[in-house]
């Protein structure tokens, strides 16, 4: 990185320094006054030009001055401008004298020549300056830019996993009591619900890496799922699906949909002696990905899902942090009844 701001600061220098002489050449080659020795000394402007703007930026930067805010600088850059530029025709006024390089005789003393030939340069190096400090300004604001960027990302990348590595152990903790309610009543159907859990891990730990897989995916995930629950709830669970076959390659947050159908057995289904319905919809609505989760059951007054347990909360947190403010959740009673638990997720457009 550094070469290469390294390689742009002089291809700038050279570049500017050069093309700053061409462009008075260009001016006396208009008014008939170019010749073989404004030519060389041309060259010596730039060349002198360009050693000692950069001993400037080493002044500038060993003194730490592109750190201070440019009011409280620009006194000592103005002073430093005006040095640069007086050392500047100095060196060049002096070269040319004692290497014959014009052929005009002066009567004004070598020194105020200088002088006045400084005034004439003052506003190149002020230019430079400027320049200089506009494009730091903008190369360390772009670079912040990009640092806050990534550090926004590792963020979210942290917080998803984290999220994730609470979602799994939950999930396991409700199948192992199901599976333990079995054990002494019926092993028989134990040993299946230990099967059904085993193919529920084995897809956990294919998608572990991914944060979305195909709805298609997701959905075998829950029927593993609802199989095993239907072991312990029997005919007391009831299970309706409504899938747009358009929507089953569409990529929804891994294990997501299997958070709120487990949410809605446990606070909804597990809490009524008569059990429940458990419907999954899946369509387009415009622009969105639409997914409702409905249970029999009620809220008891707790829109809030922070009330509702860890699952849902992290179905609010995944979809912010993958989607921002394009996403949306809401878990509502819709009827006396029936709770419904809706995800909206933005469709890509290829």
């Not at 360009?50 to 805010?69: A, D, S, V």
């Not at 060196?91 to 004439?120: E, Q, Y």
């Not at 899946?282 to 009330?307: A, P």
Request: charged share 20%; aromatic share 10%; hydrophobic share 45%.
């Amino acid at each position: 990185m550094a070469s290469s701001k390294m390689s742009k600061y002089w291809w700038f220098q050279i570049g500017g320094w050069f093309a700053y002489s061409l462009g008075l050449l260009f001016f006396a080659y208009e008014y008939d006054k170019l010749n073989g020795l404004l030519v060389v000394k041309m060259i010596l402007l730039a060349l002198l030009g360009i050693g000692l703007t950069h001993f400037l930026r080493y002044i500038i930067r060993r003194n730490g001055w592109m750190k201070l805010p440019f009011d409280q600088v620009w006194a000592i850059l103005l002073a430093c401008v005006l040095v640069t530029a007086l050392f500047h025709n100095t060196l060049l006024l002096g070269i040319i004298s004692i290497f014959h390089l014009s052929n005009n005789t002066h009567s004004v003393p070598f020194m105020k020549r200088a002088i006045l030939g400084s005034v004439d340069s003052l506003p190149i190096f002020m230019v430079w300056v400027m320049i200089y400090y506009i494009w730091h300004f903008v190369e360390n604001n772009r670079n912040q830019q990009l640092e806050s960027l990534r550090l926004e990302a590792l963020v979210k990348e942290l917080e998803l996993k984290t999220i994730k590595s609470h979602i799994n152990p939950h999930f396991i903790f409700n199948a192992l009591n199901s599976i333990r309610a079995l054990v002494d009543e019926n092993p028989e159907r134990a040993r299946k619900a230990i099967t059904e859990l085993s193919n529920i891990l084995r897809s956990s730990m294919q998608t572990e890496k991914m944060e979305t897989v195909p709805l298609e995916k997701e959905l075998a995930i829950v029927g593993d799922y609802l199989a095993l629950e239907k072991i312990r709830f029997e005919e007391r669970l009831k299970v309706e699906l409504d899938i747009d076959d358009e929507t089953l390659e569409e990529p929804v947050p891994v294990m997501m949909l299997q958070t709120l159908v487990e949410n809605a057995i446990k606070h909804g289904i597990s809490k009524r002696l008569e059990g429940g319905v458990i419907r999954i919809r899946s369509y387009f609505r415009g622009k969105h990905h639409v997914l409702v989760v409905q249970n029999t059951g009620h809220l008891n007054g707790h829109g809030n899902s922070s009330e509702e347990g860890f699952g849902l909360m992290s179905t609010q947190s995944r979809l912010s942090i993958l989607y921002g403010p394009k996403a949306n959740f809401e878990i509502r009673d819709v009827s006396q009844d029936t709770v419904e638990a809706k995800i909206s997720i933005p469709v890509e457009v290829i």
